[in-house]
């Protein structure tokens, strides 16, 4: 993941502020749950090439 900093001390507490509610709101996914959903991003990503590419 990616971090960015800004000058600005009042941004840097509203990100960290939004990182942490993030966080808080996130939920754990059972592993077979994480597999499904890696499997159907696959899909998705493959068949937007067939349609875009032609492949």
Do not use: C, R, W
């Not at 709101?25 to 349609?51: G, M, N």
Request: net charge negative; aromatic share 16%; charged share 20%.
């Amino acid at each position: 993941m990616k971090t960015t900093t800004s000058s600005n001390p009042k941004t840097n507490q509203k990100l960290v502020k939004y990182t942490q509610q993030i966080q808080q709101t996130s939920t754990f996914i059972s592993e077979a749950d994480y597999y499904d959903y890696e499997a159907e991003l696959a899909q998705e990503k493959s068949d937007y090439y067939h349609l875009q590419y032609g492949y």
